[in-house]
């Protein structure tokens, strides 16, 4: 790519060249966070099915994402980040219209239900493809040096839309009807991808592929770091209102408002960290506060120890995806980085999709300050794992992995 040899930019100039791409993502996350909050209670309350089936709804978008992982970051490394972002678009746009004409078919369950899971499907493979064409077609715009720069304002889209999609999708449903949710998400990926066409796109980058196997062996022990420090978000998306409740605490909603604003904070503010210090170096502490952070949400006695708990936790959690995915990325050749960003996200989909079934059995077993517990564990085996490889890559820097 030709931006690593540019002229060097201000981080100001930079940080304006990166936001327009990853608005992109931004929007596509709109359109996942919009119906989020509403679509179980629609399949529960509305089509009558069990509760069981309405998480399943839910759930299914994110094997759509897994699953098309290495789709996306072939289209990206082949077609170009430009072309994958726009189809990704597209899929969330049909999302959107299956969404719609799930609702108009209500009369008839079984085909509302059966529209509304393709309709999630779609937007698991739209979702794929638009997050990782974002990443490279930034990479693309600013160099390579800036990776972590462009991994950070992803997330910070990417959270920053589901934060505000899911009230606002609550809000459209009170006011309009559940059946204008499909609208605004067609709306939403429209816009996208009217954006989109004008927009100056990036080389492809030529030169050897690797087999996404061989991709996904080398970021394979950088991904297993992101898995152990994801159980920490997945566990207080998913138990933080259950474990508060438990403790007959009031303002649940407060840690997750709390734990968003200081993984937004650590971003903004430390993003530049791993480019002078390294991603494992990072990632050690970034493992470290928020190994300490569930410590404290397991031992909280009092809501405003665990809301010290939950910020610790987000602040943590922040630097762990860009800190090591800039690490994986250094293993592939440059025409494999969009294969190498699948491969490394794959494992931030399998962990928040192992930690609801595991936090539960574990809460259910133990009780719910206990999940935590076994967060912290996990985040400190995420110490332990970033330290072997700062170890590993002071002796032979980015030097593949063995497996």
């Known amino acids: 790519m030709p931006t690593d040899s540019a002229r ?4 100001f100039a930079t940080t304006l060249r990166i936001i327009p791409v990853v608005f992109f993502t931004f929007l596509c996350y709109l359109t996942i966070g919009i119906p989020l909050a509403v679509l179980p209670g629609y399949v529960h309350d509305d089509l009558g099915f069990s509760t069981i089936l309405a998480g399943a709804a839910i759930s299914v978008q994110y094997f759509a994402t897994l699953a098309s992982r290495p789709l996306a970051g072939r289209s990206a490394d082949t077609l170009g980040p430009k072309k994958t972002v726009s189809i990704g678009l597209i899929g969330c746009g049909t999302s959107g219209a299956l969404l719609l004409l799930a609702v108009l078919a209500g009369h008839w369950p079984a085909v509302s239900l059966t529209l509304l899971v393709l309709s999630r499907l779609v937007l698991g493979f739209g979702e794929s493809l638009v997050g990782t064409g974002a990443i490279l077609w930034g990479i693309g715009r600013v160099g390579t040096t800036n990776n972590a720069r462009v991994i950070s304002w992803n997330g910070i889209a990417t959270y920053g839309a589901l934060a505000l999609g899911a009230p606002l999708g609550v809000a459209i449903s009170h006011t309009v009807g559940f059946w204008s949710l499909g609208v605004v998400v067609i709306a939403l990926a429209a816009l996208g991808y009217t954006l989109a066409r004008p927009m100056t796109t990036v080389p492809i980058v030529h030169g050897e592929r690797m087999s996404y196997r061989s991709v996904f062996t080398r970021v394979l022990p950088h991904g297993l770091g992101l898995a152990l420090g994801s ?3 997945g566990s207080i998306a998913t138990f933080i209102t259950l474990f508060y409740a438990a403790k007959h605490w009031p303002n649940a909603a407060l840690s997750l408002t709390v734990f968003g604003t200081l993984f937004i904070g650590a971003r903004l503010l430390f993003a530049n960290t791993i480019k002078t210090y390294g991603g494992f170096r990072v990632a050690i502490v970034s493992f ?5 952070g569930l410590l404290l949400l397991w031992l909280a006695p009092v809501p405003h120890v665990a809301l010290v708990g939950a910020a610790l936790t987000g602040f943590g959690f922040a630097l ?4 090591l995915g800039v690490e994986a990325v250094a293993l592939v050749p440059p025409a494999s980085r969009g294969a190498a960003l699948s491969a490394y996200s ?3 989909d399998l962990s928040l999709g192992v930690t609801g079934p595991l936090a539960g059995y574990v809460a259910g077993e133990f009780g719910y300050a206990t999940v935590y517990l076994f967060a912290a564990l996990a985040a400190a085996g995420g110490v ?3 330290a072997m490889l700062n170890s590993r890559n002071a002796k032979v820097p980015n030097a593949p992995a063995a497996t």
Do not use: H, M
């Not at 060097?8 to 981080?11: G, I, K, L």
């Not at 470290?288 to 300490?292: G, I, K, Q, R």
């Open 384 to 386: 332990a794992l970033a």
């Open 231 to 233: 159980a920490g978000f």
């Open 288 to 292: 470290s506060c928020e190994c300490l």
């Open 8 to 11: 060097p930019r201000s981080e």
């Open 320 to 323: 762990i995806f860009p800190a």
């Open 346 to 348: 794959v494992f931030l």
